[in-house]
């Protein structure tokens, strides 16, 4: 072998180590440091503990509908959602005992539509009704713990586009003469338009 062999295999033998020096140099360069901030392995006993996973805040449900007061003539009265077809709209109020006697009622009640201010409108409620089923008036004792409701009926029409019309975001109910009127929030509001009519039926117990 000659001079100039041997020294080709001298510069392939150092290539070939210095190309080893620099893969083990990438292999280094790889790793996953540590979590935390104490030292040792990911795997080892001072590896720090990896923080649960933050859980995303839970939306609020919808609450219930907080119930009516109970008046000091130990009662609770309170609107349904109304029902409407064709723009006849027709609404539930309930008047529950939460006395501790009996309640009285006989007929129909006294009724006003208030705005947000609590000022009545220009309003004629009539006592009957042939858009829904009308018993008629008829003497109630509600004893506590028990119910009595009465329907109001209206129409959604605007014919006079020079009035006001009508949108009640309360209702005054007087339930029976000589007794303290109470008012009660709108369950959406009573849009009477220009039509000026409010009817209702007489007091009846609940079907069941």
């Known amino acids: 072998m000659n001079i100039t062999k041997r ?7 150092a290539a070939g180590a210095a190309l080893g020096t620099l893969g083990l140099g990438a292999c280094g360069s ?16 001072g590896a720090a503990t990896p923080a649960p996973p933050t859980m995303p805040a839970v939306q609020g449900l919808p609450s219930s509908p ?10 609770a009265v309170s609107m349904n959602e109304p029902d409407s077809a064709m723009g006849l709209r027709a609404a539930q109020i309930e008047l529950s005992n939460c006395g ?3 309640y009285l009622l006989n007929g129909y009640p006294a009724l006003r539509v208030l705005d947000e201010r609590r ?10 009704t042939k858009e829904v ?11 506590p713990g028990r119910k009595a409701v009465f329907v109001i009926v209206w129409r959604n029409r605007v014919t006079d586009a020079n009035t006001v019309a009508v949108a ?8 029976a003469p000589g007794r303290p009127v109470v008012i009660v929030p709108a369950n959406g509001p009573i849009d009477l338009g220009t039509t000026g009519r409010l009817e ?8 069941r």
């Open 119 to 128: 000022q009545p409108f220009d309003v004629t409620t009539v006592r009957g």
């Open 7 to 13: 020294t080709r295999i001298r510069l392939i033998g």
């Open 133 to 143: 089923k009308d018993a008629g008036p008829k003497p109630l004792t509600i004893r």
């Open 30 to 45: 790889a790793a996953v440091p540590a979590a935390g901030h104490g030292s040792g392995s990911a795997t080892g006993p």
């Open 100 to 102: 501790r006697r009996p």
């Open 200 to 207: 209702g039926t007489a007091w009846r117990l609940p079907t």
């Open 66 to 75: 907080t119930p009516p007061p109970c008046t000091p003539e130990g009662i």
């Open 168 to 175: 009640g975001k309360y209702l005054e109910v007087r339930p």
